[in-house]
């Protein structure tokens, strides 16, 4: 099992930038694919991005492809996502994932360990 911990969320203005952070503990942290997800409210959760196990293999939703970025820091077992121009569409609470295989993964399904979530929120 993987506890995750998310960090980094908070009010932005609409063009703004956020980096958010997911700090894991448990397995080797370079063993397994993460993938970042949201949820607004009244909505399923979505995928957002993902990454394997070495970080050289990145996926993004059609929605934030150009403007977040994913990357994880293997030596300090730490995801982030970097996120860029930021609308009010983007308001969410977020999530981070790990999966049990090295892979990056596409569905919520596919993940086994979730964090708690962090909250953004994009003012116009």
């Known amino acids: 099992q993987v506890q995750l911990v998310e960090s980094g969320g908070g009010l932005v203005q609409v063009g703004g930038s956020l980096r958010l952070s997911c700090a894991a503990s448990?397995?080797?942290?370079?063993?397994?694919?993460m993938g970042w997800f949201r949820q607004a409210p009244g909505k399923e959760r979505e995928f957002v991005a993902a990454i394997n196990w070495s970080g050289r293999g990145t996926y993004y939703a059609d929605s934030v492809k150009g403007r977040f970025f994913i990357s994880r820091d293997n030596a300090n077992n730490t995801l982030f996502l970097q996120m860029s121009s930021l609308k009010p569409e983007d308001t969410a609470v977020y999530y981070c994932?790990?999966?049990?295989?090295?892979?990056?993964?596409?569905?919520?399904?596919?993940?086994?360990?979730w964090g708690q979530g962090t909250q953004v929120t994009v003012s116009s």
């Open positions: 994932a790990a999966r049990a295989a090295s892979e990056l993964g596409l569905t919520t399904g596919e993940y086994i360990d």
């Open positions: 448990g397995r080797t942290f370079s063993s397994y694919g």
